[in-house]
């Protein structure tokens, strides 16, 4: 049995379209499907704990959106063995797809998730924050600084209306990225690798651990992560120079080096990052407040996701 999960406001009401065409396939070809459409944030959360909580039989949950649905849909999910993910990209930065090269075509999308026979255990990571200690989980990364800056200003109500009028997309990213980097100020902090390591910096201007490679519709900050290795993959962008910073981001986008001056990268499987001034953190671009200081963990191999 299939259910799907859908967010039509993704992307400036591209997930609504990419559903309508994915419901026709679906009566086409005569298969029996359920379907939960979101209308405001934290409902695709709430449906696939619903949809998981003591289930016994096999039960696909397949969402349609963009990373920030993925988030939820992933939040809320129980961990059983009869339960399987699929993914259908809708999103504006789809950087989940992006990674494990899934197809961005809806039909053939759906096509994989119907028709393949092949799935893959992925790690997923664990953020803990704020002074309750808040627990949410993230599929391709997690941070506080710029990057959370950005998702904090894409998230704007005004901000996602000109979204949709001018159909950024994934360029949104980037030019909020350059709009908040104009404003960004640098901090001092540290990070505490594996509750072991303590390594300081003068100059942050954000950390971000991460379980696949790329964030922020296409940025390359951790060629090296692996979303069955266990681990996380952290990187500190740190620079005394604003301008050469810039550099350092256009270098992630074009992905044209591994080693990029200004990126600092280390792994390990649980990581605490601390910042002297306050910064917006965020979940796979959902944002989560406010804050100091962060944890993260990496949680191996509880995935089941059709590839």
């Known amino acids: 049995m299939y259910f799907f999960i859908v967010n039509p406001c993704s992307s400036g009401g591209r997930g609504e379209r ?65 339960v399987s993910l699929g993914y259908i990209p809708a999103g504006s930065g789809n950087d989940f797809a992006r990674s494990l090269r899934l197809p961005t075509n809806p039909k053939r999308a759906l096509n994989k998730i119907l028709l393949s026979p092949y799935y893959q255990f992925l790690d997923y990571g664990v953020l803990t924050y704020g002074d309750k200690a808040e627990h949410r989980r993230f599929a391709v990364s997690a941070g506080m600084g710029l990057d959370g800056e950005v998702c904090l200003c894409i998230k704007q109500g005004l901000v996602q209306k000109l ?31 594996d509750r072991v390591k303590k390594i300081e910096f003068n100059h942050i201007y954000f950390i971000s651990a991460h379980i696949h490679p790329f964030e922020g519709g296409g940025f390359c900050f951790a060629p090296g992560a692996d979303a069955g290795d266990g681990k996380l993959s952290v990187c500190v962008v740190s620079h005394a120079n604003k301008r050469k910073l810039l550099n350092t981001l256009i270098a992630a986008l074009l992905r044209r080096k591994k080693n990029i001056r200004g990126i600092r990268r280390y792994e390990c499987q649980e990581a605490a990052f601390y910042m002297e001034q306050p910064q917006a953190v965020h979940t796979d671009g959902e944002v989560c407040g406010t804050w100091r200081m962060i944890e993260t963990e990496c949680i191996r191999k509880k995935i089941r996701m059709i590839l």
Do not use: H
């Open 163 to 193: 979204m949709r009028r001018l159909r950024l997309g994934r360029f949104s990213y980037i030019l909020f990225g350059l709009v908040r980097l104009i404003m960004a100020k640098p901090s001092r902090g540290y990070i505490i690798l």
């Open 18 to 82: 990419i559903w309508k065409k994915l419901k026709k396939l679906l009566e086409k070809r005569t298969v029996s499907y359920e379907a939960y459409l979101t209308r405001q944030p934290g409902e695709a959360r709430d449906y696939a704990r619903a949809l998981t909580e003591n289930v016994q039989e096999k039960r696909i949950i397949v969402a349609v959106g963009g990373d920030g649905t993925f988030n939820e849909v992933l939040d809320g999910l129980y961990f059983y063995p009869e």
